[in-house]
C-alpha cells in the first residue's frame, strides 16, 4: 500500500533562519507531488506542485522554493523565513498520468511557527 | 477559473441530528468534486468523491453528497450525526487536466454537542 511520510511535525524557528521541509512518498511511482499551506479559516493554498522530478510549478509567488531530486521527493524550502510563513503545511500526492484519479492523499502535516 | 465556496465556518448540531454542510462550486469544465475531513493536527482524508456518473455519492462512516449541476452545489449530508464526526471539512473542486490541481474550500468546523 502507499504511504506519505512528511517531517518535521513541529518546527519552531526565528526570523531569518533557513527552513527545510521533507515529504517522501512510498508504494507508487511517478505521483503528481504537491505542497500545501492551511491558515485558520482559510482552507488550503496550493503553493508548489510537480508532475515529475525536477518539474516545479509555483502557484503563489513567496518567500519558499520547492524541489523534487527523486521521484518520490519533494522539498519545501525557505533561505530567510519571514513571520507570515508560519502555517500548517501539508504535502500530497496524486496518481500520475492515466493513475490520476483526482484524490489527493495528504501527509500529516509540519506546524511552522517562526519567531 | 475554479473556485468553492463552503457556507458557514462554523456549523453546530446535536448528537443524532442531521448534518449539512453546504458547498457551492465554479467551474468553466466539467469538474470533479471532493469532500475531505481533517482532524486536529492532522492530515486531510477523503470522504467521497464525484467524478462522473451517479449524482449521489456515498462515502465513508455514513455521509453522502448530492452533485447538482444546475445549482452548481455539492451539499454534504449525514442523517445522523456522531460525537465522533466533530472535525473540520472540506469542499473541493479540480478538472482533468495535467497536474489535477485542486481547488479547496475554506473550510466548515462541525461540532457535535452530546
Known amino acids: 500500500s502507499q504511504t506519505i511520510h512528511q517531517w518535521p511535525a513541529t518546527l519552531v524557528q526565528p526570523v531569518g533562519s533557513p527552513l527545510s521541509l521533507e515529504c517522501t512518498v512510498e508504494?507508487?511511482?511517478?505521483?503528481?507531488l504537491y505542497w500545501y499551506r492551511q491558515a485558520a479559516g482559510r482552507g488550503l493554498q496550493l503553493l508548489f506542485y510537480?508532475?515529475?522530478?525536477?518539474?516545479i510549478s509555483s502557484e503563489v509567488p513567496q518567500n519558499l522554493s520547492a524541489s523534487r531530486p527523486q521521484d518520490r521527493q519533494f522539498i519545501l524550502s525557505s533561505k530567510k523565513l519571514l513571520l507570515s510563513d508560519s502555517g500548517f503545511y501539508l504535502c500530497?500526492?496524486?496518481?500520475?498520468?492515466?493513475?490520476?484519479?483526482?484524490?489527493?492523499?495528504f501527509g500529516e502535516g509540519s506546524r511552522l511557527t517562526v519567531l | 477559473a475554479q473556485s468553492v465556496t463552503q457556507l458557514g465556518s462554523h456549523v453546530s448540531v446535536s448528537e443524532g441530528a442531521l448534518v449539512l454542510l453546504r458547498c457551492n462550486y465554479s467551474?468553466?469544465?466539467?469538474?470533479?468534486l471532493f469532500w475531505y475531513v481533517q482532524y486536529p493536527n492532522q492530515g486531510l482524508q477523503l470522504l467521497l468523491k464525484?467524478?462522473?456518473?451517479?449524482?449521489l455519492v456515498k462515502g465513508i462512516n455514513g455521509f453522502e453528497a448530492e452533485f447538482k449541476k444546475s445549482e452548481t452545489s455539492f451539499h454534504l449530508t449525514k442523517p445522523s450525526a456522531h460525537m465522533s464526526d466533530a472535525a473540520e471539512y472540506f469542499c473541493?473542486?479540480?478538472?482533468?487536466?495535467?497536474?489535477?490541481?485542486?481547488?479547496f474550500g475554506a473550510g466548515t468546523r462541525l461540532f457535535v454537542k452530546a
Open positions: 500530497a500526492w496524486s496518481g500520475g498520468l492515466r493513475a490520476n484519479t483526482g484524490e489527493l492523499f
Open positions: 473541493a473542486v479540480s478538472d482533468q487536466t495535467g497536474g489535477f490541481k485542486t481547488i
Open positions: 464525484y467524478t462522473t456518473g451517479a449524482t
Open positions: 510537480s508532475v515529475g522530478i525536477g518539474q
Open positions: 508504494g507508487t511511482s511517478n505521483p503528481n
Open positions: 467551474s468553466s469544465v466539467p469538474p470533479y
